[in-house]
């Protein structure tokens, strides 16, 4: 007698809620390496309001996500905390400012983010839904998160921490940091420029629009040469979304009761050239 098998479905190393896990991890045994279990502050490697070491999964491939960290700023929560609440204990503290940091984190992306991104109000949160799967959906994951790619820009700017809005004029020879030269030397920028002004530049910068199109940094250059080789962003999403057997675009519009598109709908400049 066969036993049926469930569709494959791969790990996700995260957590599907907005938590904080990769600032937190998911693991208790990695949170207490990180913690001092002093007021409920984290511990300092040599580089001070940094961590002693970084776990390989923290995305260090380019100079601007591992900046999401810094500007989360754990443990000025801890401190403001323990600032209002003196006698609470290490544990209290820190618990405090984990949940304070992740309903940060959840307000920017939800209510800040998101509706700027799909140019549509979110309705506010009511009560949470134990029949509704909280997983990442297999669509989500190998297609409409790769969505991002088309706004990376292909150079960044550093803002000068000064009470003007003054930018650096040369960066390593350059008027802006250009990503495909900067694949994996995140901590080197940090060190060269500061964090102050990594965070004012991506505030003060404008990204690509969500179009069609895709910088040559990731068509052609990501992950530079410590990945031994040159990789294509959307070749590696397209056979993504294959090794994961994702259903056709229009099959995933049906299941969302959305209406099939056509290449008339989707690019209508470019069907007409290709018509005539």
């Not at 009761?257 to 005539?276: G, V």
């Given at each position: ?196 002004e990594i965070i004012l530049g991506m505030a003060s910068q404008v990204s690509e629009a969500d179009d069609i199109v895709v910088v040559e940094d990731l068509r052609d250059y990501i992950f530079g040469p410590m990945h031994f080789t040159r990789l294509d962003v959307v070749a590696s999403s397209i056979m993504r979304g294959r090794d994961n057997g ?31």
């Open positions: 007698m066969k036993i049926p098998v469930p569709p494959g479905d791969p790990v996700n190393e995260r957590t599907a809620w907005i938590d904080g896990s990769f600032v937190y991890s998911v693991m208790e045994a990695w949170v207490a390496t990180m913690r001092s279990f002093e007021n409920g502050t984290l511990r300092e490697g040599s580089q001070k309001r940094y961590p002693p070491l970084n776990n390989p999964h923290i995305p260090l491939n380019n100079p601007p996500p591992p900046q999401i960290h810094r500007l989360m700023n754990p443990d000025r929560l801890f401190r403001k905390m323990h600032e209002k609440h003196p006698t609470w204990t290490d544990e209290e503290l820190f618990q405090a400012a984990r949940r304070w940091l992740i309903a940060t984190l959840q307000k920017i992306i939800f209510y800040d983010f998101l509706p700027a991104l799909i140019n549509e109000q979110v309705k506010p949160y009511t009560k949470y839904m134990p029949h509704v799967p909280p997983g990442i959906s297999h669509a989500f994951a190998a297609a409409a998160f790769r969505f991002p790619h088309s706004i990376v820009p292909p150079a960044m700017i550093l803002r000068k921490n000064v009470n003007a809005c003054e930018f650096r004029d040369e960066v390593g020879g350059f008027p802006a940091l250009r990503l495909c030269q900067n694949w994996w030397n995140a901590q080197d920028i940090v060190q060269e420029y500061t964090v102050d994702l259903p056709s675009y229009n099959m995933l519009r049906k299941t969302y009761n959305l209406p099939e598109k056509t290449w008339s709908t989707i690019n209508p400049r470019l069907y007409a050239t290709n018509k005539t």
